[in-house]
């Protein structure tokens, strides 16, 4: 490996020194261009601060940060107001709901089974795991080696529901009466 290093030319390892020509042409690309670095002349990628090529700091680039952010909080007030225009024509005014749907709210559910918020999101977790293990139990197999798969499948939803409940167990909170 030695021996290759010494056949190269010295200028490639010397870092390189900028000329008045080159300067010059930098600063007639940067007066032409709208975002070019001083150091290089490449353009700038869009929402950098630092020239990708060089590593230059590029000057003004606080202005250019806020010029984007004043651009995406306009963007963002216009797709508010798109989504506003569509949930008005998609709206149902005279749309009647059954008494029954209330019961089916997440808090109403919380407070009839006396659950804090991560136990009862990790016994719903558990219910689905529970009937994961069922519906695996209704592909068919044709040789030992699928039904074998299937209760390895099983098993695996099995252990996952017995997992999420232990754990909906313990981030329930002690309630006072058991102290």
Same mark, same amino acid.
């Given at each position: 490996? =030695?021996? $290759?290093?010494?056949?190269?030319?010295?200028? @490639?390892?010397?870092?390189?020194?900028?000329?008045?020509?080159?300067?010059?042409?930098? $600063?007639?690309?940067?007066?032409? !261009?709208? /975002?070019?670095?001083?150091?290089?002349?490449?353009?700038? *990628?869009?929402?950098?601060?630092?020239? /990708? #090529?060089?590593?230059?700091?590029?000057?003004?680039? &606080?202005?250019? &940060?806020? =010029?984007?952010?004043? $651009?995406?909080?306009?963007?963002?007030?216009?797709? +508010?107001?798109?989504?506003? !225009?569509?949930?008005?024509? %998609? #709206?149902?005014?005279?749309?009647?709901?059954?008494?029954? +749907? /209330?019961? $089916? #709210? %997440? /808090?109403?559910?919380? !407070?009839?089974?006396?659950?804090?918020?991560? #136990?009862?999101?990790? %016994? @719903?977790?558990?219910?689905?795991?529970?009937?994961?293990?069922? *519906?695996?139990?209704?592909?068919?197999?044709?040789? *030992?080696?699928?039904?074998?798969?299937?209760?390895?499948?099983?098993?695996?939803?099995?252990? =996952?529901?017995?997992?999420?409940?232990?754990?909906?167990?313990? *981030?329930?909170?002690?309630?006072?009466?058991?102290?």
């Amino acid at each position: 490996m =030695a021996e $290759l290093a010494q056949g190269t030319q010295p200028e @490639f390892w010397r870092p390189p020194v900028p000329s008045i020509e080159k300067e010059l042409a930098v $600063l007639d690309a940067a007066t032409s !261009m709208a /975002h070019v670095c001083p150091g290089c002349g490449t353009e700038y *990628l869009l929402g950098s601060r630092f020239c /990708h #090529s060089c590593g230059g700091k590029r000057p003004g680039g &606080v202005s250019t &940060v806020r =010029a984007d952010a004043g $651009l995406m909080l306009r963007l963002r007030e216009q797709l +508010v107001e798109a989504a506003r !225009m569509t949930a008005s024509v %998609f #709206s149902l005014p005279d749309s009647k709901v059954p008494s029954w +749907v /209330h019961y $089916l #709210s %997440f /808090h109403e559910i919380r !407070m009839r089974v006396g659950l804090p918020t991560a #136990s009862l999101i990790a %016994f @719903f977790i558990g219910i689905g795991c529970v009937a994961g293990a069922l *519906l695996v139990g209704l592909l068919t197999a044709k040789t *030992l080696v699928d039904w074998q798969a299937i209760q390895f499948y099983r098993a695996e939803w099995l252990l =996952a529901a017995t997992a999420s409940f232990a754990a909906g167990i313990l *981030l329930k909170k002690p309630s006072d009466t058991n102290r």
